[in-house]
């Protein structure tokens, strides 16, 4: 066949292929030109899931009468005039495609009235072929009905879905634009029968319930995040509510819905550790980002935008996102940050009420012996420092242990199963960084403990060896250097009882293992690394005695939920989920 320009009416249907995919892109583009607009009502109609009809009727601005052939045109726009406008665009729509394309696969009546005009004008358009505007009385605002979608590209309807999944895509979305705009009253009608309403008042909550029913946007925590590349607003599921796949991982940035990989996965960095292979969190995160920051074009259907500064964005994401996990409780009492460690305050215990004592919530513990004086061991209550930490309620109601390795403890909701190893773990390193704050106690061996090392593991810890005797220890070279021999004469009070030696070899173990995020702070890892190995290990027998001693200890953590390295100290099994498991409650 010869080269030759295609004609127009096919060349806007391929162009439309990229913009109108389905009934829901159609509700799509509507709403976004309503928004434009500066609709406060958007009223969205379908019918046969959209492929009978799609009506969106707006209180917008509306189209001038003079400009409403135009707005059908390919290209036409009235939201972009020059290229460089495509930097900073403040508009949903700039493209100048969707009434063009809408219309170029249906049956498509454009209404539209502005203020102070005395009518309003109406356009059709079939498959493409546009009539002349007809003036036409109304309210203001605009109203696109479009009919028999795809009549003319029946290739089209065939990769359609079944009208129930039709029905519900375009359900998520107005829910999620509605979710994105508070400010908006949405009402969708499908198949007569209205589908979702909102306010418009600005509750998001109240839209939340329409999108995962009430309980779950009960559950759901709210994001507040502000700083000065961006703000994030929106919600995430507790660490306790997951979903099988990535689907209710949603973003919009600018007040517009974006798929974006890396996004997703700064998402899932903020749940580190506290999902299970394979889970995803439910997520609804609305970005704000300086329009000249963002190219939102990308592609036709601005699903993908492309961030000027995207490691800024993605950090921010991941802190907004760890933020708001860290800063709900669902176990009164703890404020948890893995990622940082605080040392105590004095006065802190007194933020607990004598109301809440008399009430027989908080359990005070007996004042503690001055820590210079007592001779701790390992797994002993009585080793908890001073600190706001030692007025804590205790929360965790012992139940036993598992398989030598779990401990089982009833919380206030549900079942928790702890890590016995990873819980010693954090304990040790919280009470160790206290006490840093208060010079280390440290307790002279009655036998000094000579350790022999390998000569390259007995450089590294030559090098250490200034560190070490900072943290508690009294360690020094003994006899002559090619003996790569050491003397360990006092390790620190709250390792008394663990192997000195031992103590000592993980000093100068491989570092592998070690993702703290404290890393760049040499100390805290060297107490990681120390912790890790004197605390006790999985498959340890422990008497219930010491069991209770470790979830109290666990309990008065600042960062209960991880040890020292990220990884988590418990999984919690709440009541609602071992409902749904036993099938006495729906499963969503
Ligand atoms: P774009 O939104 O990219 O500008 P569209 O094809 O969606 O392109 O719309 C073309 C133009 O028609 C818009 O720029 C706008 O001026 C006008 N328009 C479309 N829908 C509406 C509406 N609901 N209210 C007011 N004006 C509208
Ligand atoms: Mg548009």
Not at 250 to 279: C, E, I, W
Not at 512 to 517: A, G, I
Not at 555 to 562: I, K, L, M, V
Request: charged fraction near 20%.
């Amino acid at each position: 066949m010869p080269i030759k320009l295609l004609p127009s009416e096919v060349a806007s249907q391929i162009a439309a292929g990229e913009v109108i995919e389905r009934p829901a892109s159609v509700v799509k583009e509507l709403i976004e030109n309503a928004l434009d607009a500066q609709a406060h009502i958007i009223a969205i109609t379908s019918e046969n899931a959209g492929r009978r009809l799609i009506e969106v009727a707006d209180d917008g601005t509306g189209i001038p009468a003079e400009e409403i052939s135009m707005a059908v045109e390919r290209h036409a726009t009235s939201k972009l005039s020059k290229a460089e406008d495509l930097f900073h665009i403040q508009t949903l729509g700039f493209r100048g495609e969707a009434l063009a394309s809408i219309g170029s696969v249906a049956r498509m009546t454009l209404t539209s009235c502005t203020a102070g005009a005395k009518t309003g004008a109406r356009l059709r358009v079939e498959g493409g072929r546009v009539s002349p505007p007809e003036t036409y009385g109304g309210a203001v605002g605009t109203v696109v009905r479009v009919e028999d979608l795809f009549f003319n590209v029946p290739a089209r309807l065939k990769f359609l879905k079944h009208e129930t999944t039709e029905r519900r895509l375009i359900d998520t979305l107005v829910t999620r634009y509605a979710l994105a705009y508070p400010f908006v009253r949405f009402q969708l009608r499908q198949e007569s029968q209205l589908s979702l309403q909102t306010s418009g008042k600005g509750d998001r909550r109240e839209v939340l319930a329409a999108l995962y029913g009430a309980e779950t946007a009960r559950q759901m925590l709210e994001v507040q995040f502000l700083d000065q590349e961006i703000t994030i607003n929106g919600f995430i599921s507790p660490t306790a509510l997951t979903r099988s796949n990535r689907r209710e991982m949603v973003f919009f940035v600018n007040g517009r819905p974006v798929q974006d990989t890396a996004l997703s996965a700064a998402l899932l960095k903020g749940y580190h550790t506290y999902l299970m292979v394979g889970r995803y969190p439910v997520a609804l995160l609305f970005l704000e980002i300086p329009a000249e920051s963002v190219d939102v074009n990308v592609h036709p259907t601005k699903a993908e935008v492309r961030f000027r500064n995207p490691d800024a964005i993605f950090s921010g994401v991941q802190h907004a996102v760890r933020r708001a996990l860290l800063a709900y409780n669902p176990v009164q009492g703890w404020e948890t940050d893995p990622g940082s460690f605080t040392y105590s305050q004095p006065g802190g215990s007194s933020a607990i009420s004598a109301s809440a004592i008399s009430r027989g919530k908080i359990q005070q513990y007996p004042p503690e012996p001055s820590s210079t004086t007592f001779e701790g061991t390992l797994l002993s209550s009585q080793a908890r420092p001073h600190g706001p930490t030692t007025a804590k309620p205790a929360i965790l109601r012992w139940v036993g242990q598992i398989a030598n390795t779990y401990l089982a403890a009833e919380g206030p909701d549900g079942l928790y199963l702890i890590d016995q190893h990873a819980a010693h773990e954090r304990v040790l390193f919280e009470r160790y960084l206290r006490q840093r704050s208060q010079g280390i106690p440290s307790q002279a061996l009655l036998q000094p403990a000579v350790v022999e090392l390998p000569p390259h593991s007995a450089r590294a810890l030559e090098e250490q060896l200034g560190a070490l005797n900072d943290l508690g220890f009294t360690v020094e070279a003994f006899g002559p250097a090619s003996t790569h021999t050491f003397l360990v004469r006092s390790i620190p009070v709250l390792l008394a009882g663990g192997d000195p030696s031992q103590a000592l070899l993980c000093l100068v173990g491989d570092f592998e293992e070690d993702e703290t995020p404290l890393q760049s702070q040499q100390e805290a890892r060297l107490i990681a690394r120390i912790c890790k190995r004197m605390a006790i290990k999985g498959g340890q027998t422990l008497s219930p005695e010491e069991q209770k001693t470790l979830l109290s200890d666990l309990e008065s953590c600042q960062s209960p939920r991880t040890c020292p390295h990220g990884r988590p100290t418990m999984i919690h099994l709440s009541v609602d989920l071992l409902e749904r498991q036993f099938g006495r409650k729906g499963a969503r």
